[in-house]
């Protein structure tokens, strides 16, 4: 028998896409859709084309045949056509999942009277994260329990990531084909493995994985946050276009900076290799440039209320670089743009703009992006915010100082813990500069001092004992003079440390710290409460996070004053 895969779905992901890699595979095609002149459209000329366009220089055209359609109201058609097929495709929207669950009910109880015992395996096309458990969810609900134990032993629903973009074609184009798709001519569909209930198809085009959630992932943090940045930082210099906003140099900047944030971050907690996550960046910011995509500013930056939600494409990078000891400064400044975001057909976007004007940033970030117990990054957020109001700039060798010094704080103190000992690590291992002595008489100051919680914070005490080792009043002097120059000096820089606990924490005091970060105190005096301390993240995201920030501000002040260059 011929094969023949079902797509539901006739748009310009399912003609465009999925239809165009399984008739390259040598598949018969047959597309279901609710659209009468278009179903009528394709069985009149029985083909279509696709134009893959990635560049100006690379254009394909494929005329897609041996194609046919259904409309979707007709049910004995449908059932018969699926009757002995083994794979479908549903590329539609989440908002017709239930409509199309009940004729996958009826395709399934056609299979059981008939007595067709083989995998129907059907790829999930829609966009959102894991359709098919809303779709599981979907058919649960309508099955009966004969159905259910078909669809448990037979059925197969198999998550796909679909990075392929369609945009309207010219209208020569359409004047050629009626029912050209126009693409950016993607040429990969990654498919969940371990969904299917049959063998896996070996065809061109298509890739499988074992872990569809960290593809997923690495889409969104990746492609859909880079599109948002360019949005936004592109829309405070005037650009209408998308593609312009590539072609700016300090955009193009964050946007590289902002990308190998997250693929540091990607590659730590999902595996993904260095050389694998070179080739997917250098491929998101060749998309990003493709001319035909036309992408407004202002449309890609819609709906900053649904982008600035904690598991989005903004803030969930942010989150996943500061948990893992990577230091999200061009992804906070992308998420402080979104702020300033101000197209004003968009009530979504001024109402975000106007609530951060009125109650403050820092409020407007635990409205929107729904963050507690995450003060470091609010921080970020409202710093890149004031600057992004300001005009200010930091120089990138700052920058790229703080970066590092985030990484070795972080590290340190998941490693070997003990707050002040390890931002002094930080700072020996950055200006490559150790002194044991130092070193050692920091051994008492972790957790608030004797682990009581009830003085300063170690990574607060490590950076000023730190600063004041390398500026501060000399014995020697003291006695001629009083050196009274270093002396002021470190008070100073002691005072630009404890200005910056302040307005990220409220405070100096440990314990009070631990009420920011964890929404509780803890005295780590007993054996109980260090196990509950550490269960509650205190050496993989949380007090590494606060030793890694008090490394970034300890070496912003010294470069500041001219002590790290």
Known sequence: ?????????????????????????????VFIDADEPLVQELNSRGQYTVLKYRNEKTKQKTV??????????????????????????????????????????????????TGIEKPLDIIMCANIPGPSKLMRKTLTGILSDA?????????????????????????????????????????????????????PASVDGIEYTENIHAEE?????????????????????????????????EIQKNAIGALNEVCEALSKVYGFEKEDLDKWQKAVLENMANPILMDKVTRVGAD???????????????????????????????????????????????????????????KAVEKYCELENEPELIGMIEAHYQRALSGETEPDRKIELMQKAYHLGFNAEKVYKGCAQCLLIAMFELTEQPNDMLFQA???????????????????????????????????????????????????????????????????ICCNIHEEIFGRCYCLR?????????????????????????????TGIMYAHGYIK
């Open 304 to 362: 900053p209320i649904r982008k600035l939600k904690k598991a989005d494409r903004l803030i969930g990078p942010a989150l996943l670089c500061k948990d893992n000891g990577v230091y999200p400064y061009y992804l906070t400044k992308a998420i402080a743009h979104a702020f300033l975001f101000g197209d004003e057909t968009d009530k979504n976007a001024a109402m975000v703009r106007e609530y951060a004007e009125y109650y403050g940033i820092k």
């Open 147 to 199: 159905q259910k134990q078909y669809f448990d032993a037979y059925v197969g629903l198999i998550d796909s990531l679909v990075i392929r973009m369609a945009v309207q074609p010219s209208e020569e184009m359409i004047k050629e084909d009626p029912l050209v798709v126009l693409t950016n001519g993607y040429e990969t569909l990654t498919l969940d493995k371990t969904g299917f209930k049959g063998d």
């Open 442 to 508: 920091a051994s008492g100051f972790s957790g608030g001092m004797a682990i009581t919680g009830d003085g300063v914070c170690g990574g607060y005490a490590g950076g000023v004992m730190y600063m004041g080792s390398i500026v501060g009043r000399r014995m020697k002097e003291m006695k001629i003079d009083g050196d009274k120059k270093a002396q002021y000096e470190s008070y100073m820089m002691a005072q630009e440390l404890r200005d910056q606990y302040i307005k990220t924490y409220g405070t100096v």
């Open 64 to 113: 897609v045949k041996n194609c046919s359609a259904i409309h979707s109201s007709d049910k004995a058609k449908i059932i018969g056509q699926a009757a002995e097929v083994s794979l479908m495709a549903l590329a539609i929207f989440p908002g017709i999942f239930e409509a199309v669950a009940m004729d996958i009910a009826k395709i399934i109880q056609n299979r059981i009277d």
């Open 1 to 29: 028998m011929a094969k023949k895969i079902i797509i539901w779905g006739a748009g310009k992901i399912g003609r465009g896409f999925v239809g165009e890699i399984f008739y390259d595979a040598g598949y018969e095609l």
């Open 526 to 554: 007993t054996k109980a409460v260090r196990n509950d301390f550490e269960d509650a993240g205190a050496h993989t995201t949380k007090c590494t996070g606060v030793v890694g920030m008090a490394s970034v501000w300890v």
């Open 217 to 249: 992932v690495r889409k969104l943090y990746t492609y859909n946050m880079v599109h948002a940045l360019y949005s936004y930082l592109g829309f405070q210099k005037g650009y209408e276009y998308v593609e312009a906003c590539t072609k700016d140099e």
